[in-house]
């Protein structure tokens, strides 16, 4: 069973940081692309970030290049997201994504920017 399981998320002022963590199990993690995606109040599910089976080949939504960087530990089934310089505009729920015979997604795990 294809399970995704994202944590790390909370409240956080403008310009700090958080680490989302993404723990996948019952595919082969180390050879499948993986990717964050978030979705805003009102808005449209949109892609963040997306690395692939052997972490080589990264992709950024341009409002999170610079500041997100997105990284993968195959020894431990583990996609992560660090987000650095948080804006207001970072606020929503974030999803990590797989292909497996599909789209599989997490439950997702809400990040909010604010003071």
């Known amino acids: 069973q294809v399970k995704l399981v994202e944590s790390g998320g909370g409240l956080v002022q403008p310009g700090g940081s958080l680490r989302l963590s993404c723990a996948a199990a019952?595919?082969?993690?180390?050879?499948?692309?993986m990717s964050w995606y978030r979705q805003a109040p009102g808005k449209e599910r949109e892609l963040v970030a997306g690395i692939t089976s052997a972490g080589a080949g990264l992709t950024y939504a341009d409002s999170v290049k610079g500041r997100f960087t997105i990284s993968r530990d195959n020894a431990l089934n583990t996609l992560y997201l660090q987000m650095n310089s948080l804006k207001s505009d970072d606020t929503a729920v974030y999803y990590c994504r797989a292909w497996v015979n599909g789209v599989r997604w997490g439950q997702g795990t809400q990040v909010t920017v604010s003071s």
């Open positions: 019952g595919f082969t993690f180390s050879s499948t692309p």
